[in-house]
């Protein structure tokens, strides 16, 4: 088994303008403070970001949603 401090992020641009695609995450699990810095940079240099194949309940949802404040 893989631990998320191992799994590594990968930042994919969508296009040159706008938006990123985030991939390594399991945003239904709390993440590590230092992966999360790495989704709130990639946020901050790309204005949008993606986390396709999340399944989130309402609660999980909530919790990811809170580290941005």
Known sequence: MVSLAQTKIEVVPLSGALGA???????SQPLPDEQFQK???????HLVI???????DEEQQVA???HFG
């Not at 993606?50 to 989130?56: A, F, M, P």
């Open 21 to 27: 695609e985030i991939r390594g995450v399991d945003a």
């Open 39 to 45: 989704v709130l940079e990639a946020w901050h240099q």
């Open 50 to 56: 993606l986390l396709r194949g999340q399944e989130l």
């Open 64 to 66: 990811f949603a809170r």
